[in-house]
């Protein structure tokens, strides 16, 4: 894929002039721009009709007036080829690429990859966002390069939300909750121009507040690391709901997009070393959205809530568990307040439930809010559920809306209102809270991803900005396997502890060689793939004769032997290892190891270049970090060491990046604190130069 400069595309996407081609979909993008408001010209091409929903028609690109910043092409994909070159040399801004057929379709249309490079060829240096692509809807200048009908309404300032899937964005256009779009945009194949590049030209855009990006896969790394720059630089947060934790996700993404989804944890690492915050589902996506283009990422993770009831309050405690959110004790100071207006019978805590004593009466509602706000949290929940319209008087619920928007003028503090369902926060409300800086939730989990995701992208933007991605290039030939002894012997430069060691060929030489050493020793066949279920492992042998009984029965399956010294006891087993990401690159990758890594779904991906920092971070996150902490009362492990071997592991991949197709480290044997660790066994993968 050829990526273009951001700034290329801003004359497509803030078009001056619009030209459109082909029938029924050509039809309905005059059709809504004209609907919508757009001031600028359009210039409907056809061969035929005269005048297209009132706006005269040009026979073909050469007839048109002048070039037009964007142009949808809605014909079929042989005459879309002739019309982006034509469109090209006339020096258009950019084209959208409705039709299909391309590189999605290559199970059924065996010329498809061959018409998408002819497509991009045509292109040129002009932007083109497609094939089977939707286009974009830029509701701040009423500019829909979009053949169907939407939800969105004009606006001054809102989010950008990007995705891939056209009926993704279709259905995202008809949401109700609030949340002010000012783009909504679709990818399609990425061709030439991807997902990542078109997020950068709207972040740039000043009336853009926040970024929201749904990806079935990764376009180009490089632009994605630009865009995370940038989200940093204009201090725009941006959000992504990534797809392909499952198999399926995969397979359909490969199908649908002709694109590589890649590792699901080297994607959420990637992410996360950019700053990006990443959610699980759409409500999340729009939710995390909507609180970002009102308060902004939050400087901490403390959280209050206030409910009318006790049920409400233990649903958004519960809701809490496992998430990186605190609901922080109330300070003194809020105390004597709160029990002056809520009365003696009810509890004061964090989550609050402040009963209906107060119900209804705006003056002491607002009084209970703005204590509420004044207790230094990042962002202060109230929960309301709204009675329908249709059947029930609003009033009281008014009020209560009234007062947490006082509240929070008095204060200045972030503050949400959260519907445990999301029916019952009407879109009117929603659109008050949000032009009053009050964010409105449509529900509980939801009100929570988006308080975590928001810290997170805070957390990200306090600490330095990451080095680039590696980027390497496989070297030419087959990778080989390298033996036991090879493989610790090329990581061994590099300062990963391995045990001392002897490789010889005969039962003997073992023997010799265990002596030198000194006992007890390991001895290991070589050359046998798996050595334990073969029996070509044997350990703790405490003699020469041991030795040499334990090698005689070798032979015939191993072709040599390995003769190490034992290592102590472990504190505790770890994998480390490597593997060549078709997006990401090399990364390392961290877990439970031994006999735990088939057990336990308990590691952790670090991209490079990486830190010790960084490392001790992903350690920290892992589930084994409790026995290396001293689990009851046991031994800590050696902490300071595992971080220095894992960050080791690094520097021997970043050094073999073009000849590295695997490391595998396990286990790794975490000793007692100040006595180290031992790589006890080791695979590298790796073309041989």
């Known amino acids: 894929m050829k990526t273009l400069s951001p700034n290329s595309l801003s004359r497509l996407i803030r078009p001056k002039s619009i030209a459109v081609f082909g029938g029924k979909e050509a039809g309905r ?27 005269r028609t040009y026979r073909s690109v050469a007839d048109l007036p002048a070039a037009p910043d964007a142009a949808f092409v809605g014909v079929n994909r042989n005459l879309t080829i002739e019309i982006m070159r034509q469109l090209r040399d006339k020096g258009a801004g950019g084209a959208i690429c409705y039709a299909s057929g ?27 966002v497609g094939p ?40 995202i256009s008809m949401q109700t909750r609030g949340l002010p779009l000012a783009y909504l945009m679709t990818a399609g194949n990425q061709a030439q121009t991807g997902l990542s590049a078109l997020a950068v030209a709207a972040l740039e855009d000043p009336r853009v507040t926040a970024v929201g990006l749904h990806i079935e896969g990764f376009d180009d790394i490089e632009t994605l690391e630009l865009l995370g720059r940038r989200a ?59 609180l970002l283009h009102v308060s902004g990422p939050l400087a901490s993770n403390e959280l209050s809530s206030m409910s009318c009831s006790g049920g409400e309050a233990s649903l958004i405690a519960d809701s809490a568990v496992g998430r990186k959110v605190d609901f922080r004790d109330l300070k003194p100071e809020q105390l004597p307040v709160l029990r002056e207006t809520l009365g003696q019978m009810v509890t004061l805590s964090n989550p609050l439930d402040y009963h209906t004593f107060v119900w209804g009466n705006g003056e002491k509602l607002t009084t209970a809010f703005t204590t509420m706000m004044q207790g230094d949290y990042a962002l202060n929940l109230v929960i309301l559920d709204f009675p329908r319209n249709d059947r029930c008087d609003p009033a009281d619920w008014t009020t209560t809306v009234n007062a947490i928007i006082s509240a929070k003028q008095a204060t200045g503090a972030n503050a949400g209102v959260v519907a445990s369902m999301g029916e019952n926060l009407p879109e009117d409300v929603a659109f008050t809270l949000v032009a009053n800086g009050v964010t409105p939730f449509m529900g509980i989990d939801e009100a929570l991803v988006a308080a975590e995701t928001a810290h997170f992208i805070h957390q990200a933007w306090m600490a330095a900005a990451p080095a680039a991605l590696l980027k390497a290039t496989a070297s030419e030939g087959e990778a080989e396997t390298l033996s036991e002894h090879e493989s610790k012997e090329v990581v061994k430069p590099f300062g990963l502890p391995v045990p001392e060691g002897r490789h010889v060929a005969t039962a003997e030489d073992a023997a010799r060689a265990a002596a030198e050493i000194g006992f007890p020793v390991a001895l290991k066949g070589s050359g046998v793939a798996h050595k334990t279920e073969a029996g070509a492992v044997k350990l703790n042998l405490k003699s020469e004769a041991e030795v040499l009984e334990a090698a005689q029965a070798m032979v015939g399956v191993a072709k040599g032997y390995l003769v190490e010294k034992m290592a102590a006891k472990p504190v505790a087993e770890l994998i480390v290892g490597a593997l060549r990401d078709p997006v990401a690159g090399p990364v390392l990758t961290i877990g439970a190891g031994g006999i735990l890594v088939e057990l336990m779904d308990d590691s952790a991906i670090i991209t490079l270049p990486t830190t010790k920092a960084d490392i001790r971070k992903a350690i920290d996150g892992l589930k084994i970090t409790k026995l290396l902490n001293g689990y009851r009362g046991q031994a800590r492990g050696d902490i300071a060491a595992l971080v220095d071997a894992v960050f080791a592991a690094g520097e021997f991949v970043i050094a073999k990046s073009a000849d590295i197709e695997e490391l595998d480290i396990n286990p790794l044997m975490v000793l007692p604190e100040g006595q180290g660790v031992v790589a006890a066994d080791a695979l590298v993968r790796m073309r041989k130069n």
């Not at 993008?29 to 009132?54: A, N």
Request: contains cysteine; glycine residues 10%; aromatic residues 4%.
């Open 29 to 55: 993008v005059v059709e809504q721009c004209k609907k919508m408001g757009y001031t600028g010209e359009i210039w409907p091409v056809h061969p035929t009709k005269d005048e297209v929903h009132g706006y």
């Open 232 to 290: 940093r630089e204009l201090k725009k947060p941006v959000v992504a709901l990534k797809m392909g934790k499952s198999e399926a996700a995969q397979k359909a993404t490969v199908s649908h997009t002709a694109s590589l989804a890649g590792n699901d944890k080297v994607s959420g690492a990637v992410l996360e070393r950019l700053g990006i915050g990443r959610v699980a589902s759409l409500p999340a996506l729009l939710e995390t959205l909507k």
């Open 102 to 128: 391309f590189s999605e379709a290559v199970a059924e249309l065996s010329d498809g990859h061959d018409l998408q490079a002819q497509l991009v060829e045509a292109a040129g240096d002009m932007a083109v």
């Open 132 to 171: 089977n692509c939707y286009g974009f809807i830029n509701m701040l200048d009423g500019a829909l390069l979009w053949p169907d009908q939407h939800g969105m309404i004009r606006t001054e300032r809102g989010v950008a939300v990007l995705t891939q899937s056209s009926n993704i964005a279709c259905n």
